[in-house]
């Protein structure tokens, strides 16, 4: 808490430098894990493969397994990064190996046989993203003062939307656009995947490039003065408890809100995921197509997430949540049911509208719960009790998909996470709503 509050004043160089990050990270986010990578491992590389367990199937157990590792890992490699004052190091080492591994991809061709490579790359992946996020994630309090937290939080948030629309229309236009066996102005070769092979290596240098100002300007952090031992897995857990049951102690509908918006974030997380590889393999969208549906998701995401704004400083941030949630929870049921690429643009796009104000206001709803002085612990056990819970919504979509044998049935999977977060967060008091 220490250097949350000896935060002064705040120099734009660091903040535009924390900001890229997010703008960079989007080459991981948009293009590897939902539009592009995860549907052309579904859809060309999982193509033929042997068995009764579809290729969507698997993305979904690899990315349970994934978020289950997320789960162990992240409160002792975030525990000691801050107690030791290695914040940017940790952000620094996990962003190199999520380029490594970014850059691997270029290995899996579209055959069966490279599914499993491309399985485990895209896990480990998402593992070294996720910790990675976990750490910069903290270094807001870097590069800001409590004052104009969420104003920064807020361009950060903004320059992930547009930094994803800006990749998806470059590699679309420049790899995927077109026919033939060739594709894009630069004419890549589409034998083998070689044109998508090739977007996940500028995906890799996208993220590295707008990455390094945040490794050169912005500060790291200096280590706690009442720096704690090395603790384990266990030990971190215990300490992540004791944290909860003393803030729960203090202030109980914090913690009820940090298990309610830990549930739905995880749905809301899984949309993203899984949304681009149902659009291709459910809904009949060409796979390059889908790029374009991901470029228009973006813009109407961000367009939710703006409104949500404007809606949020005359209603509260629990109204906007709740109403997001129940407009998911009802298109995602129509989803269900609907078939065909022109179906899937409307509701799928309604869907997108209402991503954005639930993730936008559900950060809002906890700095306004956050007593004073406490905003930085909260926003990391933000981040903890999202990750303990990062496996449910994928291994749900795996397992509805290999019972029902049809990827349509995962959307069963993300509904049940989406209600139970809704269900949890009903009897949540809003905060109280400061007079302008």
């Known amino acids: 808490m220490s250097t949350v509050t000896s935060v002064t004043s705040v120099r734009r160089g660091p903040v535009i430098a924390w900001g890229l990050w997010d703008w960079g990270s989007s080459a991981y986010n948009a293009v590897i894990l939902t539009f592009v990578f995860s549907v052309y491992l ?34 002792v490699l975030g525990q000691r990064a801050d107690s030791a004052g290695r914040r940017k190091l940790s952000t620094v080492v996990w962003t190199i190996l999520t380029v490594v591994v970014m850059g691997a991809l270029f290995v899996v061709r579209d055959d069966y046989t490279y599914l499993w490579i491309g399985l485990l790359l895209l896990s480990l992946g998402s593992i070294f993203y996720e910790l990675a996020s976990v750490s910069y994630n903290a270094m807001l309090v870097q590069v800001c003062s409590p004052a104009n937290m969420g104003r920064v939080s807020g361009f950060g948030w903004s320059m992930g939307y547009f930094g994803g629309i800006v990749l998806l229309l470059a590699v679309y236009t420049g790899l995927i656009a077109g026919d033939g066996d060739t594709r894009g102005l630069l004419g890549v070769p589409t034998e083998g995947g070689l ?63 940090l298990v309610a918006s830990a549930l739905f974030r995880d749905g809301l997380a899984a949309i993203f995921t ?66 065909g690429p022109v179906n899937f643009w409307i ?36 981040a903890t009790t ?43 008091r809003p905060p109280q709503r400061t007079p302008a």
């Open 42 to 75: 579904t859809d060309s590389v999982g193509k033929g493969l042997p068995g009764s367990i579809d290729a969507s199937a698997w993305l979904g157990y690899a990315l349970g397994a994934a978020g289950l590792v997320i789960a162990l890992a992240a409160p």
């Open 195 to 257: 044109n998508i092979r090739v977007v996940a290596v500028v995906a890799a240098v996208w993220f590295l490039v707008f990455a390094l100002p945040l490794f050169l300007r912005v500060p790291e952090v200096p280590p706690a003065p009442d720096r704690e031992a090395r603790l384990g897995v266990v030990g971190s857990y215990r300490k992540l408890f004791r944290d909860l049951a003393a803030l729960y102690r203090s202030s109980p509908q914090t913690v009820f809100f």
């Open 347 to 382: 509701f799928g796009l309604i869907l997108t509208l209402f991503v954005g104000p639930a993730q936008s206001s559900s950060r809002t709803f906890l700095a306004r719960l956050a007593p004073g002085g406490r905003e930085g612990q909260l926003f990391g056990l933000y």
């Open 386 to 428: 999202g990750r303990a819970v990062s496996f449910i919504a994928p291994t749900l979509f795996a397992l509805f998909t290999s019972i029902f044998g049809a990827p349509r049935a995962g959307i069963v999977g993300i509904l049940l996470v989406l209600v139970a977060g809704l269900a949890a967060l009903l009897p949540v």
């Open 274 to 339: 899984f949304g681009a590889v149902l659009a291709v393999t459910v809904y009949g969208i060409g796979a390059g197509d889908v790029l374009i549906f991901g470029i228009a998701a973006n813009v109407v995401s961000a367009a939710g997430a703006l409104t949500a704004g404007w809606l949020e400083d005359r209603t509260g941030p629990k109204p906007v949540i709740v109403g997001s949630l129940i407009g998911l929870i009802l298109d995602a049921v129509v989803l269900l049911f609907v078939s």
